[in-house]
């Protein structure tokens, strides 16, 4: 009997501490949050909405969490493309008034500029000329090596920052990283 009541007042104590805190979550994070899962990387990312893109940008797979401000309260979607793969659209995003839109991402699959040993760098555009490495880190010039015209170069550097999913290779042509 004793031990009844106890288990009972464990579970009343229980269950309001699991109200207080669900409740907590809620009154704190007045975001709507959406999570999606990409077997590619990088993914471009556009918000859609009635009115047309509101939103588009590049993630290499280095983003986990991505902050949309300002939102207007309604109904988006998300297109989520990559090259060659198939277009995907999430539909029914809804933000309410006063929320931002979070979306937090997943990235499960292998860089689409990661290339075999063997490849031969072929633009987007299908050829494979009017094509140059792209160099990652810390380079040393005289100053005068670095030419202006793209049409010129030898070589793309490209800073130090690297996300771990980069392009390697540079169309003059067309001016496409892939
Ligand atoms: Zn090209």
């Given amino acids: 009997?004793?031990?009844?009541?106890?288990?009972?007042?464990?579970?009343?104590?229980?269950?309001?501490?699991?109200?207080?805190?669900?409740?907590?979550?809620?009154?704190?994070?007045?975001?709507?949050?959406y999570?999606?899962?990409?077997?590619?990387?990088?993914?471009?990312?556009?918000?859609?909405?009635?009115?047309g893109v509101i939103s588009t940008s590049v993630n290499n797979g280095n983003i986990s969490k991505m902050t949309y401000t300002s939102m207007?309260?309604?109904?988006?979607?998300?297109?989520?493309s990559g090259h060659g793969q198939l277009r995907t659209i999430r539909d029914s995003i809804v933000v309410k008034n006063g929320q931002n839109l979070v979306l937090n991402f997943t990235f499960g699959g292998p860089c689409l500029y990661d290339h075999p040993a063997d490849y031969i760098p072929t633009c987007p555009k299908k050829h494979t000329d009017s094509i140059i490495s792209i160099v990652y880190g810390l380079v040393v010039t005289r100053g005068d090596s670095l030419i202006k015209d793209r049409k010129n170069l030898k070589i793309k550097y490209a800073g130090c920052v690297t996300t771990g999913c980069d392009p390697q290779f540079y169309c003059k042509e067309h001016d496409i990283e892939f």
Avoid: H, W
């Fill in 1 to 33: 009997m004793l031990a009844a009541i106890l288990m009972k007042t464990l579970l009343t104590i229980t269950f309001t501490f699991l109200a207080i805190f669900c409740f907590g979550q809620i009154r704190e994070n007045n975001d709507a949050l």
């Fill in 35 to 51: 999570g999606l899962t990409i077997a590619y990387k990088p993914a471009v990312i556009s918000v859609l909405a009635d009115t």
């Fill in 72 to 80: 207007m309260p309604g109904q988006y979607k998300i297109q989520i």
